[in-house]
């Protein structure tokens, strides 16, 4: 997937998807063995494992596990490189730091 094209929930390589997700795709972060992607998860809708990783064939290496919130809905908002991890952050103020290949939690913590 060097030469990818993110059309709505699809990932494109020379205009065949790759892949199609549930959810629009928000972000991806290409990383030099994967892509993280994280999905816009509508309003009303309940849907917290919204960040996947693929590898750059366009394999789905792994969907973040599910995970106790403070709230019922909260799918993450934001991701990013943190040091050698991928940080991923929700509404209600749960930071993660993921091992980018394997989707491993290395920390949990929380802010706000």
Known sequence: MDKFIIKDS???NEG???FTFP???KNVLQLTHCCIVLLSIPH???YNEN???LDHLG???WQIEAIRHVYEDSPYE???INGANVR???FDGTLLDVEPLTGKIITMDWTK
């Open 51 to 53: 960040v996947f990783c």
């Open 88 to 90: 991923l952050e929700n």
């Open 59 to 61: 394999r789905l290496l």
């Open 23 to 25: 959810y629009p795709i």
């Open 16 to 18: 065949n998807p790759v």
């Open 44 to 46: 009303q809708v309940k």
């Open 78 to 80: 934001s991701i990013r």
């Open 10 to 12: 699809s990932i494109l």
